[in-house]
């Protein structure tokens, strides 16, 4: 295991039920050292054990604890109708040239965009050499988005880590509480500095759920252990779980396509739990559990814990 990836599995260990991310009920949430006492919003998201989404879960049936203490819940809101929030990050490095993976990724996202509802918006950032550049800024009117997806060429190495790291406050501008950045890349990184302290930053800084879709190709199944941890899959596989997202492993445009329009539901179909800290003692990363106590075995997804002071009242 790699020394980075060991310690930042000892700062966040593994998930129990759920966890959650730290945004204002109506503005997109930021990080900084003095955030103590900005609103928590968790989106939650809540299956069977088969997979299907949970309905008619009411307030009451959710129990939500910061470390050991139970904490009510002020906000709570589940409409499928409302509108959502993307950012898609793509990966623009010379290996997304390969096997049409760029190609495949630009069709994903206008699968998304081609199903939108009102109220949507939508942003699009490209990354390689380790900079992310802003290709569209949110927008309700995908028209701008679309027609910069045509530019987008691969060139370049890749520091994906270091180019997430960097920018994750500029991907969470999404106007809507429902939100989810989706992360396209084949998970080569050839090019990143990272240490277990950036690592762990990273995980803490990001408080919406993030999707990395590895593009990866037909050859991938056959990689040794080494040559997979090469490609930054555990890595991703983090991101994922400590966000409240889903790593998802895909070799071409059929499974894309309907892997977009799976992530854009399961983005619909969460619940939004918030809380209000107590603007008063330390600031730091506190671990955030979710659970459904309503009788079922149910799957319960949401961010790892949120930077901040402890809960009002605790």
Same mark, same amino acid.
């Given at each position: 295991? %790699?020394?980075?990836?060991?310690?930042?599995?000892? @700062?966040?260990?593994?998930?129990? /039920?759920?966890?959650?991310?730290?945004?204002?009920?109506?503005?997109?949430?930021?990080?900084?050292?003095?955030?103590?006492?900005?609103?928590?919003?968790?989106? &939650?998201?809540?299956?069977?054990?088969?997979?299907?989404?949970?309905?008619?879960?009411?307030?009451?049936?959710?129990?939500?604890?910061?470390?050991?203490?139970?904490?009510?819940?002020?906000?709570?809101?589940?409409?499928?109708?409302?509108?959502?929030?993307?950012?898609?990050?793509?990966?623009?490095?010379?290996?997304?040239?390969?096997?049409?993976?760029?190609?495949?990724?630009?069709?994903?996202?206008?699968?998304?965009?081609?199903?939108?509802?009102?109220?949507?918006?939508?942003?699009?950032?490209?990354?390689?050499?380790?900079?992310?550049?802003?290709?569209?800024?949110?927008?309700?009117?995908?028209?701008?988005?679309?027609?910069?997806?045509?530019?987008?060429?691969?060139?370049?190495?890749?520091? @994906?880590?270091?180019?997430?790291?960097?920018?994750?406050?500029?991907?969470?501008?999404?106007?809507?509480? %429902?939100?989810?950045?989706?992360?396209? /890349?084949?998970?080569?990184?050839?090019?990143?500095?990272?240490?277990?302290?950036?690592?762990?930053?990273?995980?803490?800084?990001?408080?919406?759920?993030?999707?990395?879709?590895?593009?990866?190709?037909?050859?991938?199944?056959?990689?040794?252990?080494?040559?997979?941890?090469?490609?930054?899959?555990?890595?991703?596989?983090?991101?994922?779980?400590?966000?409240?997202?889903?790593?998802?492993?895909?070799?071409?445009?059929?499974?894309?396509?309907?892997?977009?329009?799976?992530?854009?539901?399961?983005?619909?179909?969460?619940?939004?739990?918030?809380?209000?800290?107590?603007?008063?003692?330390?600031?730091?990363?506190?671990?955030?559990? &979710?659970?459904?106590? %309503?009788?079922?075995?149910?799957?319960?997804? /949401?961010?790892?814990?949120?930077?901040?002071?402890?809960?009002?009242?605790?």
């Amino acid at each position: 295991m %790699k020394p980075f990836l060991a310690a930042a599995l000892l @700062l966040f260990p593994p998930l129990a /039920t759920g966890q959650a991310p730290g945004a204002p009920p109506e503005e997109p949430p930021t990080f900084s050292e003095s955030a103590g006492a900005e609103y928590v919003m968790l989106p &939650v998201l809540v299956t069977d054990k088969k997979g299907r989404f949970a309905d008619g879960l009411r307030k009451e049936d959710f129990v939500l604890r910061v470390g050991d203490t139970r904490v009510p819940v002020d906000t709570f809101d589940r409409d499928e109708s409302a509108p959502a929030s993307f950012a898609f990050l793509v990966d623009t490095s010379g290996s997304m040239g390969v096997a049409k993976k760029l190609e495949n990724a630009k069709h994903a996202i206008r699968t998304i965009v081609s199903a939108r509802k009102p109220g949507d918006d939508f942003a699009l950032f490209a990354f390689s050499e380790g900079e992310v550049r802003m290709v569209a800024d949110f927008s309700a009117d995908p028209a701008g988005l679309l027609g910069s997806l045509g530019d987008l060429e691969a060139s370049g190495q890749t520091a @994906l880590f270091d180019a997430v790291a960097a920018t994750p406050e500029r991907m969470m501008k999404g106007r809507n509480n %429902k939100r989810a950045i989706l992360l396209f /890349t084949d998970g080569v990184d050839n090019a990143s500095e990272l240490t277990a302290e950036k690592m762990a930053e990273l995980l803490q800084r990001v408080s919406v759920p993030v999707y990395p879709i590895g593009m990866k190709n037909s050859a991938f199944d056959a990689l040794s252990e080494r040559e997979r941890q090469e490609l930054s899959v555990d890595n991703l596989q983090m991101l994922a779980a400590s966000s409240g997202g889903r790593l998802h492993l895909v070799s071409g445009d059929d499974d894309l396509r309907p892997l977009a329009t799976q992530i854009s539901s399961e983005v619909r179909q969460q619940y939004l739990l918030g809380f209000a800290p107590s603007g008063k003692g330390d600031v730091k990363y506190r671990i955030v559990v &979710v659970s459904v106590i %309503k009788p079922g075995s149910w799957v319960v997804r /949401t961010r790892r814990g949120y930077r901040g002071t402890a809960p009002g009242g605790s």
